[in-house]
């Protein structure tokens, strides 16, 4: 069982407003007592700037006269018509992918909102309006249904609407755009596929013009957050809002996404029997991509990785002397989460078949195994996202390489992972080296710009500033590392 509130910092150094009924949102209080170690201290400005926010959100968020009057302005198809900000801004996240790459989207929109002045309405379609609590206290996060860009969670590359495409018609141009000129929206194309034009989102000229359009829609299935430390305007208020740049989701991960009470109680049910009496907890994220689910190369990969890291001990061959049992009885619980359950099998026989090298008991535990990502499937996400905040309570984490599964977890637990390499293409060769410890706790940027904004033209974004750099699970990605890194 967790702890008592005593002792325990509820509102995580005041990144959290007090205030909020617990019995409508029971884990946003209680998270604090199922973690054993505090996480980061948010900055005495994010704490300010948190608390500013969520005041716009209440003054100009769903059901206010401002929102009101906002949307009927986007309904007519006119501008705000006046350059220098209306009072009221507002930034539309659209919800798609898996649930990882849904709640790095929605963490990197605030983000932006935070930076911008924007109101933050999050689409709740693909259950991101049934899986977490509300973040801001008072009002509601999620657009309403009747949003006058009815066809707005069909917007792609394609959409006429889209920044890119506009600059590219010339319909609106970074050097000089009067009022009369400003659309009454802008669609923010951020996906993985997203042109050049597109990317010219992360360059200052660029951002002076989208501050003056009232209405933004973004669609991402990145962690855009590496691109928004590359543009210049934006680097004096991030490094006041996060002096350890290798935090910034840690933060908004936990301020953000408190599960509902459904998903709380499958965490706490599982913590409470499974997890809480063991002297350490080893989380392991397993994901394998492509058409070889049961890899006996990957399970060597962990298995080697967690012995050779010294988080999980060795075992003996069948028949040698067991070691004694360790002085106090030492356990270690591993949570295993994939979609499948033969990994998990095969980790729990080696443990049950063997006795340990150190003695120590080993219990292997799989909450779910979905056997395939379902995007959307209530159940499953609900399944998914209790697994994220189980691995997100360990003492060490284990990840796979690429996946948003492990990032959140990581992010929100304030734990640097292991991470696991990703095998070639083959699948028949173990990675040597197995795993690596990552460079920081941050999510990687899987498809970043490659253009330096300052000199216009193409450049290695990794080495543009000291704390933006390569990702070791994803060369090409972008990734915020400690300053010192």
């Not at 325990?8 to 054993?36: I, K, N, P, T």
């Not at 973004?218 to 991030?238: C, H, K, S």
């Not at 080296?433 to 940027?445: G, V």
Request: with cysteine; net charge negative; glycine share 8%.
């Amino acid at each position: 069982m967790a702890g008592s509130a005593t002792g325990h910092d509820r509102l995580l150094g005041g990144l959290l407003a007090d205030g909020v009924d617990e019995r409508s949102c029971q884990s946003r209080y209680q998270s604090a007592m199922y973690r054993r170690k505090a996480g980061r201290k948010p900055s005495p400005y994010l704490v300010s700037k948190l608390r500013r926010q969520e005041a716009l959100q209440q003054r100009c968020g769903p059901g206010t006269a401002a929102y009101s009057e906002a949307a009927e302005q986007l309904r007519s198809g006119k501008t705000a018509g006046v350059i220098g900000s209306p009072n009221c801004k507002y930034l539309v996240s659209i919800s798609y992918r898996g649930l990882g790459n849904r709640m790095l989207a929605a963490a990197s929109a605030f983000l932006y909102a935070v930076l911008t002045d924007r109101v933050l309405l999050v689409d709740p379609s693909n259950e991101m309006g049934e899986l977490f609590c509300e973040p801001f206290p008072g009002t509601t996060w999620l657009l309403p249904p009747d949003f006058p860009l009815t066809s707005y969670t069909n917007f792609s590359a394609d959409t006429a609407e889209s920044y890119g495409n506009m600059l590219k018609k010339k319909v609106i141009g970074a050097a000089s755009t009067t009022a009369e000129q400003l659309p009454p929206f802008a669609y923010i194309h951020l996906d993985h596929d997203y042109a050049d034009e597109d990317k010219l989102f992360f360059c200052d000229e660029d951002q002076r013009v989208l501050r003056d359009i009232r209405w933004l829609v973004m669609r991402t299935d990145n962690y855009i957050v590496p691109g928004l430390f590359l543009a210049t305007g934006f680097q004096e208020e991030l490094d006041m809002l996060f002096p350890e740049p290798n935090t910034v989701f840690h933060h908004l991960g936990r301020y953000l996404f408190h599960p509902n009470n459904h998903v709380w109680g499958l965490v706490t049910r599982y913590h409470d029997a499974y997890l809480a009496a063991a002297h350490q907890r080893v989380g392991i994220q397993v994901r394998v991509f492509g058409n070889v689910p049961e890899s006996t190369e990957v399970l060597e990969q962990i298995t080697t990785c967690t012995q050779k890291e010294g988080l999980l001990p060795e075992v003996l061959a069948v028949g040698t002397a067991t070691a004694p049992p360790t002085p106090a009885g030492k356990s270690i619980a591993v949570l295993v989460t994939s979609l499948k359950t033969w990994y998990y099998d095969k980790i729990k026989s080696m443990y049950w078949e063997h006795a340990t090298a150190t003695g120590e008991a080993v219990g292997v535990h799989q909450p779910s195994h979905e056997e395939h990502q379902q995007f959307g499937a209530k159940s499953h996400d609900a399944k998914a996202w209790a697994e994220i905040y189980l691995l997100s309570l360990t003492d060490v984490l284990v990840t796979t390489g690429w996946s948003t599964f492990g990032y959140v977890a990581q992010g929100l637990g304030g734990m640097t992972p292991l991470i696991m390499y990703k095998p070639d293409d083959s699948g028949s060769v173990v990675p040597d080296p197995p795993c690596s410890r990552d460079l920081s706790m941050e999510p990687c940027f899987h498809a970043p710009p490659y253009y330096d904004c300052r000199v216009k033209k193409g450049a290695d974004t990794g080495k543009i500033v000291p704390h933006v750099q390569n990702c070791k699970d994803m060369s090409w990605g972008l990734k915020l590392a400690p300053r010192s890194a």
